[in-house]
């Protein structure tokens, strides 16, 4: 029932923040670029679980997301919710592979600690490898799952299935979320910045879902 695919979605969107949150807070020591290879294989352990709820449990809550309301609103137009599955997928993907890249420091450092003729500056190539590859792939992620933000917006204004407050608003927000990323792309750090509108609808459509769910003079069942 599209009711409780309503309610499934804002929880799985939540659960997707809250993962991709708490997998970041763990591994934010690679982002150290005097981060020592003794101090990463001291914090071995939690750095790996961190790319484990990342990798695993952010990407299937996310995945789980584009594809509950992609069969939702297939109804309304099946071409643009393809467009949207494909555009969330991918972007879901890159940032599942920029966790991969933050790994590189992990496998690395064992290997360097134990040679006679430890490098230095081979391993903060290495940092900065997994950091430029891990910035790369968050990037272009977000700006693949901004785009497909925005048909799903023009998909959820012509269902009528929650307020025109919602779409209107989401549209907006990841326009500007768009233009953040690719500010950052080019070395203009406000993507933070930018994000919080688009980032502010997700979480407030969210908790509507979960609370009110769809409009139920619109849904058919």
Same mark, same amino acid.
Do not use: D, R
């Given at each position: 029932m599209k009711t409780n695919s309503a309610r499934l979605f804002g929880i799985f969107f939540i659960l997707s923040f809250l993962s991709y949150a708490i997998g970041l807070g763990l591994m934010e020591d690679l982002q150290n670029s005097q981060i020592q290879p003794i101090q990463v294989i001291e914090n071995k352990v939690s750095l790996v679980i961190g790319a484990i709820i990342i990798a695993i449990f952010h990407t299937? =809550?996310?995945?789980?997301?584009? &594809?509950? #309301?992609?069969? !939702?609103?297939?109804? /309304?137009?099946?071409?643009?919710? /393809?467009?949207?599955?494909? %555009?969330?997928? =991918?972007?879901?993907?890159?940032?599942?592979?920029?966790? !991969?890249?933050?790994?590189? $420091? !992990?496998?690395?450092?064992?290997?360097? &600690?134990?040679?006679?003729?430890y490098n230095h500056s081979f391993f903060e190539m290495i940092l900065s490898l997994s950091s430029g590859g891990n910035f790369y792939? *968050?990037?272009?992620? #977000? /700006?693949?799952? +901004?785009?497909?933000?925005?048909? =799903?917006?023009? %998909?959820? *204004?012509?269902?009528?299935? !929650? $307020? &025109? #407050?919602? $779409?209107?608003?989401?549209? =907006?927000?990841?326009?500007?979320? /768009?233009? +953040?990323?690719g500010l950052e792309l080019f070395g203009v750090p406000y993507g933070v910045q930018f994000s919080a509108p688009g980032g502010l609808f997700e979480i407030g459509l969210s908790v509507w879902l979960i609370v009110k769910g769809f409009n139920k003079n619109q849904v058919i069942s």
């Open positions: 299937l =809550f996310n995945l789980g997301l584009v &594809v509950i #309301m992609y069969n !939702v609103l297939k109804s /309304i137009n099946k071409s643009l919710s /393809i467009i949207y599955l494909i %555009l969330g997928s =991918f972007g879901t993907l890159l940032l599942a592979l920029g966790t !991969v890249f933050l790994l590189l $420091p !992990v496998t690395i450092s064992e290997t360097l &600690v134990l040679s006679t003729e792939s *968050y990037q272009i992620g #977000m /700006i693949l799952w +901004g785009i497909g933000g925005l048909f =799903f917006c023009i %998909l959820l *204004y012509h269902s009528k299935y !929650v $307020p &025109v #407050m919602f $779409p209107i608003w989401g549209s =907006f927000g990841y326009l500007i979320f /768009i233009a +953040g990323c």
